[in-house]
Nanobody, 124 residues
Framework: QVLLVESGGGLVQAGGSLRLSCAASGRTFSSYAMGWFRQTPGKEREFVAVITWSAGGTYYGDSVKGRFTISRDNAKNTVYLQMNSLKPEDTAVYYC?????????????????WGQGTQVTVSS
């Protein structure tokens, strides 16, 4: 069992930055691929970014490429999402997710554990 707790969300103006953190419980954190997804009311959960277990691979959704950076610190059992040049359309609840597949893809069905989400609101 893996417990994921996100933090770092909030209100920011367009063009600003936020860093989300996701703290994970469990001794096998380093073996999981970790992803970030986001969701707005009435829409499906959207893939944002994923990082493989060894941090050797990172992949991003098209809408955030060049603006967001995912990273992880296995010693701290934490994954981060640095969000720069934020736009109003980035407003969503952001979820952290863990997959027992160390090379998980951007499909939400690939993930086994989910956090409760943190709200990010970008004002214009």
């Amino acid at each position: 069992q893996v417990l994921l707790v996100e933090s770092g969300g909030g209100l920011v103006q367009a063009g600003g930055s936020l860093r989300l953190s996701c703290a994970a419980s469990g001794r096998t954190f380093s073996s999981y691929a970790m992803g970030w997804f986001r969701q707005t009311p009435g829409k499906e959960r959207e893939f944002v970014a994923v990082i493989t277990w060894s941090a050797g691979g990172t992949y991003y959704g098209d809408s955030v490429k060049g603006r967001f950076t995912i990273s992880r610190d296995n010693a701290k059992n934490t994954v981060y999402l640095q969000m720069n040049s934020l736009k109003p359309e980035d407003t969503a609840v952001y979820y952290c997710a863990a997959s027992i597949n160390p090379y998980a893809s951007g499909s939400a069905t690939s993930y086994n554990y989910w956090g409760q989400g943190t709200q990010v609101t970008v004002s214009s």
